[in-house]
């Protein structure tokens, strides 16, 4: 039999952690959004984020800026609210305009409020091995996931199907601090099979809904599914085709309802953590 791993119990008892810790704060966690434009998955993003920080009793304060806006503009809009002491964390949205240079927005956040992990300077921890602070969202929250879930990473085979900067690279040193065996599949990958058929566990963030069936995992695999993207009915749906895998794979993390709910606890956390 299959297991479906939910994170309904892990953002139940994660969200109680964390309305608990803001009851104990002298005053409300804020965290400031900067957008530009209305970007329909931009809106949607902020949409769960305020109904996420509502729960958790965090403030969430929107710095909204036409498209056509200035990066001057966006850029002294995050130097003041890098000064502002009552502000916990900022999130840029991306993607940018095109005409914005994402590294200068990046240079100008200041590192300790970086909740993404956009800066540099956090993005050079996470490669030098250290996940203790700001990451990713998505390789954290799969890590997350399995450590819920009481499963031991030390020793384990695994492959990650993406090599970004912010899924692929960043959760390869969550698995290698947990001293798991790595091996990172990618579009330059000629037998991607190969790979996954001997894993035990398989990260996977393509983009490419219900991709992946029986035939790319071995009996006892364990696939955690971080790809989100439009099936052929226009659903959003992970990379695996979890009909297809039913009963033929040990377990895995569903989409909707995996990976995806826990990002934004994980970013409320971090503005949390600030104060």
Known sequence: MTKVLYAKDYVEKKSGDLIERVKKLKSKPIISIIRVGKDYGSLAYEKG?????????????????????????????????????KIGGILVFRPLPENFDEEKISLALDPKKDVDCMHPLNMARVFSGDVSGFTPLAPKAAHE??????????????????HSNV?????AMFLLNDLATVTICHVGTVDLKKHTRSAEIIFTAMGRA????????????????????????GKYRGDLDEKSVDGKISAYSPVPGGIG???????????????
């Not at 996931?145 to 993406?162: A, H, P, R």
């Not at 899924?167 to 959760?171: A, C, D, E, F, T």
């Not at 994980?266 to 104060?275: D, F, M, R, S």
């Open 49 to 85: 984020i305020k109904k996420t920080a509502e729960k958790l009793g965090i403030e969430v304060d929107v710095n909204e800026f036409a498209k056509d806006a200035s990066q001057d503009e966006v850029i002294d809009a995050i130097k003041k609210l890098n000064n502002n002491e």
């Open 145 to 162: 996931l399995l450590k819920f879930y009481g499963y031991d990473l030390k020793g384990k085979e695994t492959v990650i199907i993406n």
């Open 167 to 171: 899924v692929g690279k960043p959760l």
């Open 210 to 233: 219900e991709t992946l069936d029986e035939t790319y995992f071995n009996e006892d695999a364990l696939v955690i599914d971080i790809g989100t993207s439009k099936n052929k009915e």
């Open 261 to 275: 709910s826990i990002t934004n606890l994980l970013l409320l956390e971090n503005v949390i953590n600030y104060y």
